[in-house]
C-alpha cells in the first residue's frame, strides 16, 4: 500500500528497525502473549528511542493508519498488536536508571516487571508490582497494577512520580503533579487512551526479602478457607499481603507427587514486615487450619514475583473475566464453591486480589483509577496451551463469572479485561469517565490511540 521510497525514508528516520510481512521477524515480532490472538499487522516499528516513537506516531498519523503500541505484550485482549495498521513495539526499549538517594527509578516502556525487579532489588528497593516478571511494566502501570506490595504500597500507579508521552500530535510532553496535571492524572488507570508513554518515574519502597509464598489447602476445605480469609484479609494490618485462588498442583517439582493435579483452594502470602516477627505473624493462619503444602517463608522479591513464570509460558489460550467486589457473602461463597473446582484444565485459576490496605486510602478523585472502595479484584482465568480446549476455558471462565457478577461492584479491572464495549469501560471508570472523555478529547482529539479498552472523544461520540 505504500511505494517503495515511502517505506524507504521512513526507515531512514530511524534508529530501530521496520518489520513488514515479508521479514523474517515478522511471525516472531506479531506475537503477544495470549495465543488466542493472531493479528497481522502492515509494519511493525521496533523503536530504539523516543524520536523513532515520534516518527512512528506521525506516521500512523498521517497516513491513517490504525495503531496499536506494543509494551510487554501481556495484555488479555491482545491489545498490543492489530490487524493491517502500525504496531510501536516498545520492547528494546529497556533501560532502568536507579537514583539510590532519592529511591527513584526512572523506567524506560520496554521493560519487563522482571527487568524492573533485576535493576532495583540489588539495592534493596521494589516497586509495587504484578505477579508474574514477563508483564510489561508499561500497560501493568497505565491500567493501575495490582501485586504482592498493592496493600502494604498501594497500586503501581500510587508510585507513579512522573511520565514521559509522545502524544498523537508528535509532541513530547512530561505529565506529573506539577506539569499536565490532567494528563497525569488520566494516565494513572486510563490505560494507553492518551499517548505513547516512553519512559516512567517511579518511588522505590525499601523492600527486598519478604515472608511469602503458597499456602494451600485441599478443595473439601474450601467453604472454610474462604470464610476465614474474607474476615482475616478484611482486618489484616498493610503488612500482610494474601490473595486467594482456586487451582490445580502443578505435575512438576517442586510440588509433592501426591499432590500433582489435585483441585486445591490456597493463598499467596507476601508479609512486608519485620522478618523475625514473621514466624510468630503466620502462627495463627497456620493454627486456623494446617495447610496441605505450606511453602511460606523469606525469600527475595523478585523471586515472589516470578514464582509463577514457569508454569505460565507465552503463547497459550487464555480467556479472562473480571469484577470488582465489595464483600464476599455467603451467597457469593456459595457461586465459588460450585465453580471455581471446576477449573477445566490445570492452568486455569481464579484469584482474588485485595485492595483495601493502602490502595484504598488513596481518594477516587486523584487518580483515574475508580474502584478505591472495593475489597477486591476478582479474576477468572481460562488457561490452556491447546486450542482444542479454547472452547471449555472460555465457557468455564463466562459461567463462573456469570454466577459471581450479580455480587459484584459493577465495573472490572481494566487490566484483567478482553473485548467487553463501551458500557463496561463507563461501569469500570464511573465518576472518573465524562473526565477522561474531556481528558481524552484534548490530547487526542482525533481517537489515534484506539487499539485500547477505549475512551471515545467527544467529538467522536457526536
Ligand atoms: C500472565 C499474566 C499475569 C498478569 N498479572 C498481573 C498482575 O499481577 N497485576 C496486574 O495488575 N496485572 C496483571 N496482568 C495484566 C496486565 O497488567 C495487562 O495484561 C497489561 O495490559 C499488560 O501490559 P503489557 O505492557 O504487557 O501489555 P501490552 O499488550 O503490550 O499492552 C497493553 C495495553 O497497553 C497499551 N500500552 C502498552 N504500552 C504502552 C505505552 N508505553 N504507552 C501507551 N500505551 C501502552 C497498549 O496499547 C495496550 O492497549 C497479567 C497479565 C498476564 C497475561
Redesign the pocket.
Known amino acids: 500500500m505504500f511505494s517503495e521510497q515511502t517505506i524507504n525514508q521512513f526507515q531512514t528516520s530511524l534508529r530501530g528497525k521496520l518489520i513488514q510481512p515479508n521479514d523474517s521477524e515478522y511471525d516472531s515480532a506479531r506475537k ?3 495465543g488466542m490472538f493472531d493479528k497481522r499487522p502492515a509494519m511493525i516499528v521496533r523503536c530504539s528511542d523516543v524520536a523513532d516513537v515520534i516518527a512512528a506516531v506521525n506516521f500512523a498519523r498521517t497516513n491513517n493508519m490504525l495503531l ?9 485482549g ?3 498488536m492489530c490487524d493491517n495498521g502500525l504496531v510501536i513495539d ?1 520492547s528494546v526499549m529497556k533501560g532502568v536508571y536507579v537514583d539510590i538517594k532519592k529511591k527513584t527509578a526512572r523506567v524506560q ?1 520496554g521493560c519487563t516487571l522482571g527487568d524492573l525487579d533485576h535493576a532495583t532489588h540489588v539495592f534493596g528497593m521494589a516497586l509495587p ?4 516478571s ?7 502501570t ?6 504482592h506490595l498493592t496493600r502494604k504500597c498501594g497500586l503501581t500507579i500510587d508510585n507513579l512520580l512522573e511520565a514521559d508521552v509522545v502524544l498523537a500530535d508528535g509532541s513530547y510532553v512530561k505529565a506529573s503533579a506539577k506539569e499536565n496535571k490532567d494528563l497525569f492524572w488520566a494516565l494513572r488507570g486510563g ?2 487512551n492518551f ?4 519512559s516512567f518515574l517511579f518511588k522505590l519502597h525499601p523492600i527486598s526479602t519478604v515472608y511469602a509464598g503458597p499456602m494451600l489447602w485441599h478443595i473439601e476445605d474450601s467453604k472454610e478457607v474462604m470464610y476465614w480469609y474474607r474476615e482475616f484479609i478484611t482486618k489484616a494490618p498493610d503488612d500482610i499481603n494474601g490473595f486467594f485462588a482456586f487451582l490445580i498442583v502443578p505435575p512438576a517439582e517442586p510440588f509433592p507427587e501426591n499432590l500433582h493435579l489435585k483441585k486445591m483452594c490456597g493463598v499467596v502470602w507476601c508479609y512486608t514486615g519485620p522478618l523475625k516477627k514473621a514466624e510468630k505473624i503466620f502462627e495463627p493462619i497456620r493454627k486456623f487450619k494446617k495447610p496441605a503444602l505450606d511453602f511460606v517463608g523469606p525469600m527475595p522479591i523478585p523471586v515472589l514475583q516470578s514464582l509463577f513464570d514457569p508454569i ?1 509460558p507465552s503463547g497459550m489460550q ?1 480467556y479472562w473475566k473480571a469484577d470488582f467486589l465489595n464483600e464476599l457473602s455467603d451467597d457469593a461463597i456459595e457461586a465459588h464453591l460450585q465453580h471455581g473446582p471446576k477449573m477445566p484444565t490445570w492452568r486455569s485459576t481464579m484469584h482474588l486480589y485485595p485492595i483495601n490496605g493502602a490502595a484504598s486510602r488513596v481518594s477516587k478523585k486523584d487518580t483515574a483509577w475508580n474502584y478505591r472502595d472495593a475489597t477486591w479484584a476478582e479474576v477468572h482465568a481460562g488457561i490452556d496451551p491447546d486450542p482444542a480446549n479454547k472452547e471449555a476455558i472460555t465457557r468455564w471462565a463466562k459461567e463462573y463469572w456469570n454466577a459471581i457478577h450479580p455480587f459484584s461492584a459493577g465495573g472490572a ?1 481494566v ?2 479485561m478482553m473485548e467487553e464495549g463501551e458500557e463496561r469501560i463507563k461501569g469500570t471508570y464511573g465518576d472518573n469517565y465524562s473526565r477522561l472523555v474531556q481528558v481524552k478529547t484534548k490530547y487526542d482529539p482525533h481517537n489515534l ?1 484506539r ?3 477505549n475512551i471515545t472523544p467527544a467529538e467522536v461520540h457526536a
Open positions: 503477544v502473549y495470549n496499536a503500541i506494543k509494551g510487554g505484550g501481556h495484555n488479555a491482545g491489545l498490543g516498545l516502556a508490582t504484578g505477579i508474574m514477563t508483564t510489561g511494566i508499561s500497560g501493568l497505565l491500567g493501575g497494577g495490582l501485586g490505560g494507553g499517548g505513547v508513554i516512553t505460565m487464555w479491572y487490566n484483567f490511540f487499539v485500547n479498552q
